[in-house]
């Protein structure tokens, strides 16, 4: 994709990652994903943020298209992961850029990534103003949201805000503006961002979102690292929708996750959600076997019960379910209620090492149910009652 | 009180507040903490932190 020119003489630059499927190495990004940043051309012409590595080329032909022979006279580095910053040593080594800023955090990151001796790095907290001609770039520290060296950088002339990895969706497409795409598919993929990337630091989003507010920051486009920007109304909209994201209201729905060994916990699970389908609860029924822990973790985000199912294998849980609950547990999803199931041979501790994950999750726990050797039709009775108490339990918490 | 920083990311413990996402009344010295006790923002453990100049 070519330069596009987003405001007069500020440019989204950027690589699209057509074929990105695996992101950061634990997250699925079924549509590819982008790596956006932006040069904004003044007195001191600026580059905000870099792209990956392996789109350095990219990178270059880019910055030729809009500045010719002009220089690069500053940097501003928002955040230092390698998507981000990974051909910073390279910008810095080829432009030669007179001062490159970065927040307290960022300072701290850079030198110990990059181990420079003689980058002229200028610090940036929140509060810093800087002309850079006819503009003025101001920053805003986000300490982790969503690492400790984020920070966004606001324009107060063009009213625009280059947000880093806030407000992204990994989507690959030859559009650059929301209001060119789907808004349902917009929605859930910046949903799935924020539920795999930024939901511990949800806390850190409501602060920010706060601070954003009482600054009385006017704010008409939102530019951020990965896949679409906002403009006009637009911006309102994501920003309303990252509220919602970070309350973390529970909807009416529950994710039933599992994995089996010869279908018995399989069978249980199936009769839990049809005593939640019954009761009028929205059901996923996930099997580990045939779903990647992130798409898993995109449907608990918004639901009001995870029911966690495994038969006892070798005196613990099926390798595939302890992957999962690890991979949650750290995304500290809230305002859940959790229930275990499962089936054994000789020894059954899988519901109380389910329960226990459940428990340090803080969810609130309904008593699980485990049966021995393959259910039968009591049993099946039995977890339909307990679909039916989970889904009362969602609807006094609604 | 001796204030305590966190190396990961940058939050100070400040005695004269505790931490209330953590149930830590005001007044509880950053040595009083549980052991188990971790950095409201990033999650980092106590180890992660040093006294503020």
């Not at chain 1, 990956?52 to 990219?58: K, R, Y």
Request: proline share 5%; net charge negative.
């Amino acid at each position: 994709m070519r330069p596009v020119e987003i405001k007069e003489g500020v440019f989204w630059l950027g690589a699209v990652d057509w074929n990105r499927r695996n992101f950061h190495g634990y997250s699925k990004a079924h549509k590819g994903t982008t790596y956006n940043n932006f040069l904004i051309v003044d007195e001191k012409v600026t580059l905000i943020d870099t792209v990956a590595e392996e789109f350095w080329g990219t990178l270059q032909c880019n910055i030729a298209q809009v500045l010719g022979d002009r220089k690069i006279d500053y940097v501003v580095a928002n955040h230092l992961e390698p998507d981000h910053a990974g051909c910073l040593a390279k910008v810095v080594e080829k432009y030669q850029p007179e001062k490159i800023f970065t927040s307290p955090m960022g300072q701290k990151a850079m030198k110990a990534h990059f181990k420079y001796e003689d980058w002229p790095v200028e610090v940036t907290p929140t509060g810093t103003e800087l002309s850079i001609g006819k503009r003025t770039l101001s920053f805003l520290e986000t300490r982790m949201l969503h690492w400790p060296d984020s920070m966004l950088t606001y324009c107060p002339e063009e009213k625009l805000v280059f947000s880093n990895d806030a407000f992204g969706q990994n989507w690959a497409t030859s559009e650059r503006w929301a209001d060119e795409v789907d808004r349902y598919r917009l929605e859930e993929l910046m949903a799935n961002y924020y539920a795999n990337i930024v939901l511990p630091y949800s806390p850190v989003v409501l602060k920010t979102l706060a601070t954003i507010k009482e600054m009385g920051l006017e704010i008409e486009t939102i530019c951020p690292d990965h896949g679409l920007m906002f403009r006009g109304d637009d911006c309102a909209w994501a920003i309303e929708k990252y509220l919602e994201f970070a309350e973390q209201k529970p909807k009416n729905k529950a994710v039933i996750v599992y994995d089996t060994m010869w279908h018995s916990t399989e069978k249980m699970a199936e009769a839990i959600a049809c005593g939640l389908a019954d009761e009028g609860v929205s059901v996923r029924l996930m099997c580990m076997k045939n779903n990647h822990h992130s798409d898993v973790m995109a449907e608990v985000f918004d639901a009001a019960a995870v029911i966690v199912g495994s038969p006892t294998h070798n005196n613990g849980i099926l390798p595939l379910m302890a992957d999962m609950l690890t991979y949650m547990k750290g995304l500290r999803p809230q305002n859940k209620i959790g229930s275990a199931v499962g089936s054994f041979g000789w020894s059954g501790e899988c519901v109380k090492i389910l329960t226990k994950w459940l428990e340090d999750m803080n969810m609130e726990v309904v008593e699980g149910i485990k049966n021995q050797y393959v259910p039968d039709h009591e049993v099946f009775n039995k977890c339909y009652e307990q679909g039916k108490a989970i889904a009362a339990a969602i609807k006094a918490k609604l | 009180m001796q204030k305590y920083v966190c190396e990961v990311c940058g939050y100070v413990y400040d005695p004269a507040q505790g931490d209330s996402d953590s149930d830590i009344p005001a007044g509880t010295k950053f040595e009083d903490l549980p052991d188990d006790w971790t950095c409201p923002v990033c999650g980092a453990g106590k180890d992660s932190f040093v006294p503020e100049d």
